[in-house]
């Protein structure tokens, strides 16, 4: 890695700049979490300023519609290599020092989150983690200008005054790790776990493909094995020490498998008891009646896989599809906010034709969280079609501008608006697929439409396009 640059979000140079689509937030006000970025990404290789970053951002739609929050998974598409991996919510857990310190043994600096204010709450603050120091971490604080170039160290900063505590796992309240081009880490040898003490109790996996790790660390190169669920497994630990993990984030627990396997699991993702409920292994997924309300995201990179389960072998893809397509998710809020730019999780899905199956939840960004606020005219029922569309493959569409009008009448007034849709929101016809196609870019015309909420309505066809055809497989990100 080459030497890390320090920059300044308070600089002259870009202080005043509008961050993001934001109106009023500045670089220097709200910039942290971009000049973090920038100064991880310099050790990269990469010569980004703060304002250089914004500017490419903002060409890629890599911040949320309307305001400065930063979208890290589009920084691919302006930093090629630079890759987002996970988020670590330590507000209300114990901050993941031995993963920070696997990363940071790496050569891989990491982005963490303070609290910078004594209110309640936590007041965020993005800052650099490139390096350790005995049992403290040597940190680039991006708000000072001119930038301190002496050693700073995390205890010893003004937000461990402000936190009232020097204990690390207390003082950080996130993680953002970043992975950069470079030579590949070659793999740890296994651990060897088994020291005689064991639990008086097993474990068993909650989740479909839970992961054996070498290391208490999420990486390519940690991974051993993965599980399906209701696996049993061997606590190599103590009860007073698995116990309080249980459920926890950010916690992990030594297990050991039946076929000798030693290793590394998440905690959050083990119970003492077997799910009851859970299929059992090989049955095919059943179809899920999929609620108007679900949450919904949308791919953030072209040829995003929709596969059968989370397998990445060629054998489990059902479609690819094109950046920006919509998908229903089939699973709580909660659980979508949980996975959603996190690495090694998936989402189960359903997309705008009701293909179901999941996707790589680091490659989608969420779109809503549930029942969208429409307004009034939300409750007004809209016609249905007046014709059979038969077997006809119905016409997919895609909004072309932002805040495209979605309508309960092939009219314009306020009486009809439903809601407004982002730009690239998917749609589909619900109108004979010759009569839809004719009419797409045509002024004065209307396509009656459905979205991926099922909702059915109207939209000006001179708002929309015909959606691209799906990305051939071989385009398609990685997903392993």
């Known amino acids: 890695m080459a030497d890390i640059k320090q ?10 700049k509008l961050l993001g689509f ?11 979490l971009l000049t973090s970025v920038s100064m991880l990404a310099s050790g990269y290789g990469f010569s980004e300023t703060p304002d250089t970053l914004n500017e490419k951002l903002k060409k890629v739609v890599g911040f949320s519609a309307g305001t400065a929050f930063m979208i890290p998974g589009a920084l691919p598409a302006v930093l090629p290599g630079l890759r987002y991996v996970t988020y670590a919510n330590c507000s209300g857990a114990p901050a993941p020092l031995a993963e920070i310190d696997g990363w940071l043994a790496r050569g891989k600096p990491v982005v963490i989150e303070v609290d910078w204010s004594p209110q309640s709450g936590v007041q965020t603050h993005y800052m650099l983690v490139y390096g350790k120091q005995e049992d403290d971490y040597l940190v680039y604080d991006p708000y000072p200008f001119p930038v301190d170039k002496g050693k700073i160290t995390l205890k010893n900063s003004k937000y461990a005054q402000i936190a009232n505590t020097k204990e690390l796992a207390k003082l ?15 793999p740890p040898p296994p651990p060897k776990l088994d020291k005689g003490v064991y639990a008086s109790f097993p474990v068993y996996a909650t989740a479909d493909e839970l992961a054996i790790r070498s290391q208490m660390l999420v990486a390519d190169n940690t991974l051993m094995k993965r599980v399906p669920m209701n696996t049993e497994m061997k606590v190599l630990e103590a009860d007073a020490t698995a116990n309080p993990k249980i459920g926890q984030q950010n916690q992990w627990i030594p297990v050991k498998l039946t076929d000798g396997t030693e290793g590394y699991t998440a905690a959050w993702l083990v119970a003492k008891a077997k799910n009851a409920n859970a299929p059992a292994p090989g049955t095919p997924p059943a179809a899920i009646a999929v609620p108007k309300d679900a949450p919904v995201v ?16 060629d054998a489990t893809i059902l479609k690819v599809l094109p950046v920006g397509a919509e998908l229903k998710v089939l699973e709580p809020a909660t659980d979508v906010k949980r996975k959603v730019g996190t690495m090694y999780e998936w989402l189960k899905v359903a997309d705008v034709q009701n293909n179901q199956g999941v996707v790589a939840a680091w490659y989608v960004s969420i779109v809503s969280l549930g029942a969208a606020a429409f307004g009034p005219e939300a409750q007004r029922q809209t016609a249905g079609p007046n014709f059979s569309i038969g077997e006809v493959l119905p016409v997919l569409l895609r909004a ?23 730009k690239d929101s998917e749609l589909i016809a619900v109108e004979a697929p010759d009569i839809a196609v004719q009419k797409i870019g045509q002024p004065g015309e ?11 309505g109207y939209v000006a066809a001179w708002c929309v396009l015909e959606r691209p055809e799906d990305p051939i497989p071989q385009v398609s990100p990685s997903d392993c």
């Open 298 to 313: 949308k791919a953030s990179v072209d040829g995003l896989k929709l596969r059968s389960k989370p397998d990445t072998t």
């Open 7 to 16: 920059y300044s979000q308070t600089d002259p140079a870009w202080k005043a």
């Open 446 to 456: 209307w396509i009656h439409v459905k979205d991926v909420n099922e909702n059915e």
């Open 172 to 186: 950080i309240t996130g993680v953002m790790y970043f992975d950069g081009p470079g030579a590949a880490v070659p």
């Open 400 to 422: 072309s501008e932002e805040n495209v009008a979605f309508r309960s009448l092939p009219y314009i007034s306020k009486d009809t608006l439903i809601k407004r849709l982002p």
């Open 22 to 32: 934001d109106k009023s937030s500045t670089i220097g006000n709200f910039g942290c």
